[in-house]
Structure formats: C-alpha cells, structure tokens
C-alpha cells in the first residue's frame, strides 16, 4: 500500500462545475496535511494546510478525517485556471524531521 | 516575500562533468531541502538541512553532494552523474522542519539533462 494514494484522473470538468478530491494516508502518527497545485513543467505552489476542523479558502475547502485517514479538497465553480495537478501531501509520521510524503497526484482539465 | 530562487534554470552536462546548483532563499527558514522530480511523478526527497546541518539523507548516491554553506543557501555539487539522472531539480525551504504545519516553499527547480 502507497503511503499517500490519490485517484490520478485526470479529471475533465467543465467550467463552474464543482469537483472533489480524495486522498488516503497510512500512517497514523503523520500530523501535517496540505495539498500543493502544480501546473505543468512549474514547482508545486502551497494551495492549503489542511487543519483537523476543516478549511475555507475562498472556492477552495479543505477536510481531514483522522479517523478514517482521509483528506480532501473540494473546488468549487471551476476556472480554467485550476487546470493542473493537485498534489496530496502529508508529513511522514512524528518526530517531525521536515520529510513530506507525496501523493502521485490528481489531474484536473477545466474546460470551457 | 515567500521567494526560493535556483540557478541555473537549465543544465545540460557530460557523464564526466562537474556541475553545482544554487538556491536561495531569504526568508529566515531554517530548513532548506532538494527534491528530484522526473516526468508524471512527484517530487521525491533527496536532503534535508536543518539549521545548517545535513540531518537526511535519502540514501542518494554520492555522485549528488549537498552543502549548505549559510542559513541562506544551498548547494548540489554533481559529479559522474549518469543519463537517467536528468530530472527537474527543486529546492524548497520552510522555517523549520520541527513544528506543526511546516509548510515548505518551492523553489523553480533547475531542469537537468545529463547526455
């Protein structure tokens, strides 16, 4: 089992659509959350630290379940501009060393 | 100013060269990181500096050799890098590895060819 596992898509939305992402972890003591945006042949860009009572940035809500090891995205009304990849990644259990487990990543296609 | 920098932007070099790359960032982070990322994959992790000092090595070959001269730069010094070791080279920083929510910034990456 991967440590962070995400559905690659790619997901092709049309614009103003709402489209939701799913991501699992497998281990428990991990503690940081976040999810990075990557447009193609760019570094990943932050788009949110994901916090145990859920997150609200503007079109963008980010939730964690740690019960069930489970974080997610949701993006609302769709832009072109969202087309990229959404990285899940979680840090890699206590001790807290400053070592991020990526997810292989979700494809979004916003299109008009 | 949430800014990493890296030079060069691209690098083609020889199997028998040697080569460095630069980042820099000038936000008072104390942990400053190299990730290698090939084509269609994530990042993966290469180093990690904390306060100056090298506390990760992802068992990289020593072919790939990290320095990080102050708080505010870091270096990858190659050397005999093979053809499969062409990727985008990303540096990152964050202001400390201990701590909840780390968040760590990117730099642009150096994108490196090895013929």
């Known amino acids: 089992r991967k440590e962070v596992e995400q559905d690659p898509g790619p997901f092709n939305v049309p614009e103003g659509a709402t489209v939701a992402f799913n991501c699992t972890y497998s281990?428990?003591?991990?503690?940081?959350f976040f999810w990075y945006r990557q447009d193609c042949r760019k570094e990943p860009k932050l788009l949110m630290s994901?916090?145990?009572s859920g997150n609200e940035d503007g079109r963008f809500t980010a939730q964690l379940n740690r019960a069930s090891q489970y974080i997610s995205l949701l993006i609302r009304d769709s832009k072109l501009s969202d087309s990229a990849t959404y990285l899940c990644?979680?840090?890699?259990?206590?001790?807290?060393?400053?070592?991020?487990?990526f997810g292989q990543g979700t494809t979004l296609q916003v299109k008009p | 100013d949430t800014e990493v920098t890296q030079t060069p932007k691209h690098l083609v070099m020889g199997m028998t060269n040697k080569k460095s790359l630069k980042c820099e960032q000038h936000?008072?982070?104390?942990?400053m990181y190299w990730y290698k990322q090939k084509a269609k994959k994530p990042p993966e992790l290469m180093f990690v500096?904390?306060?100056?000092?090298?506390?990760i090595n992802e068992s990289v070959p020593s072919r790939f050799s990290p320095e990080c001269p102050n708080s505010s730069l870091l270096n990858l010094h190659l050397h005999a890098l093979q053809p499969e070791d062409s990727a985008l080279y990303l540096c990152?920083?964050?202001?400390?590895?201990?701590?909840?929510?780390?968040?760590?910034?990117f730099g642009p990456g150096t994108r490196l060819t090895v013929l």
């Open positions: 990152a920083s964050s202001q400390a590895p201990a701590g909840y929510y780390n968040e760590q910034f």
């Open positions: 281990n428990s003591a991990s503690q940081s």
């Open positions: 994901v916090y145990s």
């Open positions: 990644v979680v840090n890699a259990g206590s001790g807290n060393t400053g070592k991020l487990i």
């Open positions: 936000m008072g982070h104390r942990a």
């Open positions: 500096y904390s306060y100056e000092k090298l506390s």
